[in-house]
């Protein structure tokens, strides 16, 4: 079942980030704030431009998706931006993934997103995600780089 988040649900949604952070090649290099992703999340939920959406089987959370609906830097038309999607490893065969995407898709109509734009930073399962997306209407139209300053102080 696909439903909006509610408060309660955060520190659940907290523990599925850092999941997918550690799991993560990328995402594992930073240090995992539990306070700033809880506050990232409250705040998502505290507007009307924002989007927290969880997957459950049986009551339990087993994944979830955030976006925002914001106007563009340049223009005054709204555009959503997925900020993250992750369903657990062990329900990843189920359809939670495709129907949180499509839930997404049809929040952001009411929205009325010009676009929507999502990425798999991740580097987990980087190509079958894309595909998903693509499968469900997505087209590909960027590549992301990183440079990385690798000392710590």
């Given at each position: ?20 952070a ?25 507007t ?49 993934a ?56």
């Open positions: 079942m696909i439903e909006p988040a509610q408060f309660e649900d955060v520190p659940r949604l907290v523990e599925i980030g850092q999941a997918m550690q799991e993560s090649p990328r995402w594992s290099r930073l240090e995992y704030s539990v306070e700033k992703v809880a506050q990232m999340i409250d705040s998502l939920l505290c009307s431009d924002g989007l927290v959406l969880v997957s459950r089987i049986d009551g339990e959370i087993t994944g979830g998706i955030m976006a925002v609906a914001r106007s563009n830097w340049m223009s005054n038309e709204v555009i959503a931006q997925e900020i993250a999607l992750f369903i657990l490893p062990e329900h990843r065969a189920s359809f939670a495709c129907r949180l995407i499509s839930a997404m898709v049809a929040w952001s109509k009411t929205k009325g997103a010009r676009w929507i734009e999502a990425g798999i930073s991740t580097g987990v399962h980087t190509e079958r995600t894309a595909q998903l997306y693509e499968r469900l209407g997505f087209k590909r139209f960027q590549i992301g780089l990183e440079y990385e300053h690798v000392h710590r102080t």
